[in-house]
């Protein structure tokens, strides 16, 4: 992956952060608890088809979208949580959670708000992509040590995305009625999800055709 697209991807998810604002707050003020995200399924439904990009419900509440090249070739696969917490919400912001006893407290509104970023931005780049093809899910929940059975299978990662701004006042840890985020990291985890799937999916094309 070049540097100069790399640098590319930033700039286009910094020009993305007011959309990825709104997205992510729209999320944040209507959270639903595992297994019962039938509004949240419909709303990133309603986003993957502005994007023309074809998906499935799966698990109850879960949904895959398939960002896809012209021709067979390689996948990755981009993923996250959907599920909010029996917590109830003690910051005074617009967008607190408007249901009561409920909250994303967990982050998993960032998560769902920077796997439609990367989307876009996948989309954007949809060229760069060759034959391959970038999966994105969104799933109800899976806890980290679910997610290692996904690495017995296949290549895999899972990383953290700081959030946090003192000066913001933005310093409690997930799971308090408090917790927040600085919302300039969602273009950050947007950018970082997307060129992670590209530089999987050309050297996954460099050693096939070193073969």
């Known amino acids: 992956m070049s540097t100069g697209l790399n640098e590319a991807l930033?700039?286009?998810?910094?020009?993305?952060?007011?959309?990825?604002?709104?997205?992510?707050?729209d999320f944040h003020r209507y959270p639903e608890f595992g297994m019962e995200e039938f509004r949240t399924q419909e709303k990133?439904?309603?986003?993957?088809n502005e994007l023309g990009i074809p998906h499935e419900k799966v698990a109850g509440t879960g949904i895959v979208g398939i960002i896809e090249g012209a021709h067979p070739g390689g996948v990755v696969g981009l993923r996250?949580?959907?599920?909010?917490?029996?917590?109830?919400?003690?910051?005074a912001v617009e967008y607190r959670s408007q249901i009561a006893?409920?909250?994303?407290?967990?982050?998993?509104?960032?998560?769902?708000?920077?796997?439609?970023?990367?989307a876009r931005l996948l989309v954007a780049q949809k060229q760069q992509l060759g034959t391959d093809k970038v999966k994105v899910n969104e799933l109800p929940s899976l806890g980290?040590?679910?997610?290692?059975?996904?690495?017995?299978?296949v290549p895999s990662a899972f990383y953290h995305l700081g959030v946090r701004n003192e000066q913001a006042g933005l310093v409690?840890?997930?799971?308090?009625?408090r917790?927040?985020?600085d919302e300039?990291?969602?273009?950050?985890?947007?950018?970082?999800?997307?060129?992670?799937?590209?530089t999987f999916l050309q050297k996954q094309a460099a050693q096939g055709q070193a073969k």
Do not use: K
């Open 144 to 153: 980290v040590e679910d997610f290692a059975f996904f690495a017995e299978h």
């Open 44 to 48: 990133i439904s309603a986003y993957l």
């Open 172 to 177: 409690y840890p997930v799971h308090h009625p």
């Open 101 to 118: 006893g409920r909250m994303h407290a967990c982050g998993h509104d960032a998560h769902m708000t920077c796997l439609l970023g990367a």
């Open 10 to 25: 930033l700039q286009h998810a910094q020009e993305l952060l007011p959309w990825l604002t709104e997205v992510r707050r």
């Open 80 to 91: 996250g949580d959907m599920d909010a917490l029996p917590i109830c919400e003690e910051n």
């Open 184 to 198: 300039r990291s969602l273009m950050i985890g947007a950018a970082m999800q997307a060129c992670n799937a590209l």
């Open 179 to 181: 917790f927040d985020l």
